[in-house]
């Protein structure tokens, strides 16, 4: 009973388990737009990175970011001095000078990546690169 009981009260939830039922009957429609709506946010995104010396990034296949070498930037210096040295430091340098939010690819096992998302509109996407190339230019 015990084995029972621990299988029933910590498995999925019966709203979990609706919810699912629906998304494998229901209409893939809504889904299908989705997947490109987020294409076209790829292919822009990747669009604004290659304006952008320095950068170099390889297309995804899937999700819903993009993870290109940022490495080039390593070494530089901000106006007051500050010397970017990894991609920890180049991500709080971008969310304090572009207010750009990012993740150091030391997370992900590289350390000269740095990953962004495109799960927002195009239009704040591409204020987003803008905010970032405009930082960039200002590192020596």
């Known amino acids: 009973m015990e084995k029972l009981q621990g299988q029933f009260s910590s498995a999925t939830c019966s709203i979990t388990q609706k919810?699912?039922?629906?998304a494998l009957t229901g209409d893939l429609e809504p889904s299908m737009k989705m997947t490109e709506e987020f294409a076209r946010r790829r292919k822009r995104t990747l669009e604004l990175v290659k304006e952008i010396l320095g950068i170099s990034c390889s297309e995804p296949e899937g999700a819903f970011y993009i993870f290109p070498d940022m490495s080039s930037y390593?070494?530089?210096k901000d106006a007051d001095g500050n010397v970017i040295k990894?991609?920890?430091d180049l991500c709080m340098y971008l969310l304090n000078t572009a207010h750009v939010s990012s993740?150091?690819?030391a997370a992900f096992g590289e350390p000269n990546c740095i990953?962004?998302?495109y799960a927002n509109s195009t239009e704040n996407i591409?204020?987003?690169?803008a905010r970032v190339k405009d930082a960039l230019a200002k590192l020596s």
């Open 19 to 22: 919810a699912t039922i629906a």
């Open 86 to 88: 990894d991609s920890a």
């Open 74 to 76: 390593y070494g530089k």
């Open 115 to 117: 990953r962004f998302s």
């Open 103 to 105: 993740v150091m690819g």
């Open 126 to 129: 591409e204020k987003a690169w």
